[in-house]
């Protein structure tokens, strides 16, 4: 360890001198200085402020050096991180002031709390303290959150566009962000958020975006949450295709429809799932989906049967699964087509019901799951909402102005 001393009268002696701490005899070695040489650590102390410098630990690119239990798995499987804010070489330490609960998670808290806000917030604290991080035991996601850079490590000065003080969302989840979490200053419930004053990690693999600066902050996060989801859809969906969206109404769900519209062309056909007259009136009314079927999420059967009579007796194409319900994956897998494509994007999902589900019914699909990251997409998402007044009208009424 080195102890830097700086002169305070920067007009007498405007540069600095190292001094050696010996631990073996706790006396202080003066190294070099310019003019002087303090010999007695009271003249010294009398000309000198001091800033302790520690060479940072050098960590693991995805993070490994961070993981307490069990050892050798990466820190999204891991039980327990390290949430020690002391920075290694390859992290950035942000001070965090909101959470983006994944949906499927916060909907699993809010039942478990019987929608308690203070049970709610009792429950986000000991998950983090027990853990290092916010990684829902139930089901196993996190989300995602929003700061301002505090501190870069060492090795990446230089190989990082941020600066300390840039605003930022992480597009990596929680379920592996080393968290502290200081105080919690509102559960927003409607919107899955999260309002704190904390610290996080982010590691050199971890993905973020700058908040850009044409657009609210809070726009900017509700969209980023899900950014995978669009841009996914925008891959997947080809001119002519048919196209069934669980979860229409809800937030990943109408971006998914804008994006599979906006693709599938004059050929192709939406349908949103509702799961009410009014959901669907909704629906019709944003004129985002084709059709609309009206059915309980679950229902696989009713489901199918209402998609053949809508799309002229045929199966869709692809199914994009956006609910934050479980038990919903036959209900995504029926009424595909054979060699068809159902893209789970929801985290409430149990990919052995789908694997087998699928196996059972005699289906041969593209089952894909719900990578919350593809290459650009964030700015795909974030040009949605610049492209389209009406999904950014429908998102600044929900996520801005509450």
Not at 232 to 259: N, R
Request: hydrophobic share 45%; with cysteine; net charge negative.
């Amino acid at each position: 360890m080195g102890l830097f001393f700086h002169i305070k009268n920067s007009l007498l002696l405007p540069f600095f001198f190292l001094v050696e701490f010996s631990h073996s005899f706790g006396i202080m070695t003066p190294i070099f200085l310019k003019t002087k040489v303090f010999l007695h650590v009271s003249d010294l102390l009398s000309h000198l402020t001091i800033d302790t410098v520690l060479d940072m630990e050098k960590g693991n690119k995805y993070g490994t050096h961070r993981v307490i239990e069990p050892k050798g798995v990466l820190p999204q499987t891991a039980y327990k991180i390290s949430n020690d804010m002391e920075l290694f070489d390859n992290e950035i330490r942000i001070a965090v002031d909101s959470l983006n609960i994944d949906s499927a998670s916060f909907t699993q808290l809010k039942d478990e709390a019987n929608k308690n806000p203070e049970k709610i917030k009792k429950k986000i604290l000991e998950i983090v303290e027990e853990r290092g991080k916010m990684q829902n035991p139930v089901t196993g996601s996190g989300g995602m959150l929003m700061g301002t850079v505090e501190k870069i490590g060492d090795a990446l000065i230089g190989k990082t566009d941020l600066k300390v003080g840039d605003r930022i969302a992480t597009l990596v989840s929680l379920s592996l962000t080393p968290l502290k979490i200081e105080a919690i200053h509102a559960i927003k419930m409607d919107i899955d958020r999260v309002d704190v004053k904390a610290q996080a990690s982010l590691f050199e693999s971890g993905i973020y975006s700058k908040l850009p600066p044409d657009m609210d902050e809070a726009l900017a996060l509700a969209a980023l949450d899900v950014a995978g989801a669009p841009a996914q859809a925008a891959k997947l969906v080809k001119p002519g295709d048919s196209v069934f969206i669980l979860g229409a109404t809800g937030k990943s769900g109408m971006m998914c429809a804008y994006e599979a519209r906006k693709r599938v062309g004059p050929t192709g056909k939406v349908i949103g799932l509702a799961r009410n007259k009014a959901r669907a009136d909704y629906l019709k009314e944003i004129g985002f989906c084709h059709d609309v079927v009206i059915a309980d999420a679950k229902d696989a059967t009713a489901i199918l049967d209402q998609i053949l009579e809508i799309n002229d007796g045929k199966e869709v194409d692809i199914s994009i699964n956006c609910l934050n319900i479980p038990e919903c994956e036959m209900s995504s897998i029926l009424p595909v087509r054979d060699d068809g494509i159902v893209y789970f994007f929801s985290m409430a999902t149990s990919f052995t019901r789908a694997a087998l589900g699928a196996e059972g019914i005699g289906k041969d699909v593209l089952m894909i799951i719900g990578n919350g990251y593809t290459k650009d997409h964030a700015e795909i998402t974030l040009e949605e909402l610049r492209e389209s007044k009406i999904l950014r009208k429908l998102f600044e009424e929900k996520y801005v102005n509450t």
